[in-house]
């Protein structure tokens, strides 16, 4: 195993505990896996870790993340590589929620994780689980630098007037009440790979990323600054995604608490049973699209509102950004999709895009999508959270 900047980036879910050994001068993925179902009562986890393509699979006893590590460490050790702590760089964490604290990577000391504990009210699923992964991953290699690399960071530099929700003063400074936009490692990313595939200098290309999987998000990028984002206080906001219904009249839970609909059910229903699940029935975009083939009534509808949501995105941020440069898709649908990508294009004509039915449909994984005479350019641009939080890493440590 080379010593270059070798990064263990790990993705801790409320049940699950993804990873990738990942080189980050060379983007080389040396090993990837997750456990999965951790903690649950009835069924046993799940271990699944692939090197040079070979995946084993097995179920395993993991109660709480530090037996997930335990777990992981396990399968570096009989699978290999070796996995030695002197030759690891880093250990990358995805945090999701930064607040409006840190703009930027972190190294993780007491003082971090204090203020990470601090940011769980905003998210109350997504914070505790990323802790349970950093002290798990603490304990297993002790003289690492762990770094923090938060989802919200590359949105900290939303200007006043597009984090600023008017509501009032108490709302926004007691309850920290504001947008503040995830999937940021993902933006990140695929808005620097856009400027470099466009030609330009990251600092002066102005791009709409659409990160469209089951969650779902459109940023506005100016020279390589976020200045607009779709998600808000919490991942609901914005665009329709598998599970979520995205933009509401904000009147809706008053309404339904009238109706007698609890607060825990409100929220189950909007995280769990809406959007294209609320819909037609599924939350697998595929399926959805099988359905659409077959002329279901629901899932043509539900096509039309996805794309219809995502084009008036692009043509808001537009606005915000005075000049727009090229777009991207990514993410499981936006670089899966050309159903999507059709529907969304088809509905981007003022801005001078024009969808090429062939690179539209397939090509490399990294291709243009619209015609040679479209004056605007449409990209699919696959996204690599880890790597950036690799990269992010090692930038900040170097
Ligand atoms: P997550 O937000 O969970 O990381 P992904 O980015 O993996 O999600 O995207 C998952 C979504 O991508 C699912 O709705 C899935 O159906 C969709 N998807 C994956 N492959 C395809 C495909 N070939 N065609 C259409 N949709 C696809």
């Given at each position: 195993m080379s010593a270059g900047a070798l990064v263990l980036v790990l993705n801790a879910g409320s049940s699950s505990l993804k990873y990738q050994l990942v080189d980050a001068d060379t983007g080389a993925v040396s090993a990837s896996g997750l456990v999965e179902r951790i903690g649950e009562p009835d069924a046993k986890a799940v271990a699944r870790h692939t090197v040079s393509g070979q995946a084993t699979t097995r179920e395993v006893d993991a109660a709480d993340h530090d037996a997930a590590m335990?777990?992981?460490?396990?399968?570096?050790?009989?699978?290999?590589?070796?996995?030695?702590?002197?030759?690891?760089?880093?250990?990358?964490?995805?945090?999701?929620?930064?607040?409006?604290?840190?703009?930027?990577?972190?190294?993780?000391?007491?003082?971090?994780?204090?203020?990470?504990?601090?940011?769980?009210?905003?998210?109350?699923?997504?914070n505790p689980a990323n802790l349970a992964g950093i002290r798990a991953a603490r304990a297993a290699f002790p003289t690492t630098a762990q770094v923090a690399v938060f989802d919200t960071a590359f949105?900290?530099?939303?200007?006043?007037?597009?984090?600023?929700?008017?509501?009032?003063?108490?709302?926004?400074?007691?309850?920290?009440?504001?947008?503040?936009?995830?999937?940021?490692?993902?933006?990140?990313?695929?808005?620097?790979?856009?400027?470099?595939?466009?030609?330009?200098?990251?600092?002066?290309?102005?791009?709409?990323?659409?990160?469209?999987?089951?969650?779902?998000s459109a940023a506005a990028v100016a020279g390589g600054a976020c200045i607009d984002t779709s998600m808000g206080l919490s991942p609901l906001e914005g665009l329709v995604m598998g599970t979520r219904p995205g933009d509401l009249d904000?009147?809706?839970?008053?309404?339904?608490?009238?109706?007698?609909?609890?607060?825990?059910?409100?929220?189950?229903?909007?995280?769990?049973?809406?959007?294209?699940?609320?819909?037609?029935?599924?939350?697998?975009?595929?399926?959805?699209?099988?359905?659409?083939?077959?002329?279901?009534?629901?899932?043509?509808?539900?096509?039309?509102?996805?794309?219809?949501?995502?084009?008036?995105?692009?043509?808001?941020?537009?606005?915000?950004?005075?000049?727009?440069?090229?777009?991207?898709?990514?993410?499981?649908?936006?670089?899966?999709?050309?159903?999507?990508?059709?529907a969304v294009l088809d509905r981007l004509g003022l801005l001078g895009m024009r969808v090429d039915p062939g690179r539209n449909e397939e090509g490399p994984a990294e291709r243009v999508v619209t015609t040679q005479d479209s004056a605007m350019p449409a990209w699919v641009v696959p996204t690599n959270e880890e790597l950036e939080i690799a990269r992010q890493a090692v930038a900040l440590l170097r």
């Open positions: 335990r777990v992981v460490l396990d399968a570096f050790a009989t699978h290999g590589p070796a996995l030695d702590a002197r030759a690891l760089y880093a250990v990358g964490h995805r945090v999701v929620h930064g607040g409006d604290r840190f703009r930027s990577p972190v190294v993780v000391d007491e003082a971090v994780i204090e203020a990470v504990e601090d940011l769980v009210p905003l998210a109350p699923l997504h949105h900290q530099t939303l200007p006043p007037h597009a984090f600023t929700y008017a509501v009032p003063r108490q709302w926004r400074e007691r309850h920290r009440v504001r947008r503040y936009g995830f999937h940021g490692t993902s933006h990140a990313y695929v808005s620097r790979r856009l400027a470099t595939l466009l030609g330009r200098e990251p600092g002066e290309a102005n791009v709409v990323v659409l990160h469209l999987g089951n969650g779902a904000p009147a809706l839970p008053s309404h339904l608490a009238r109706q007698g609909v609890s607060i825990e059910d409100y929220d189950r229903a909007l995280n769990a049973d809406s959007g294209l699940r609320g819909l037609t029935g599924t939350n697998d975009f595929r399926e959805v699209v099988r359905l659409v083939e077959a002329g279901d009534a629901d899932a043509v509808l539900a096509l039309d509102i996805v794309a219809y949501r995502i084009a008036k995105y692009v043509g808001a941020y537009a606005v915000a950004l005075g000049r727009l440069d090229g777009l991207a898709f990514t993410a499981g649908i936006g670089e899966h999709s050309p159903t999507l990508r059709a």
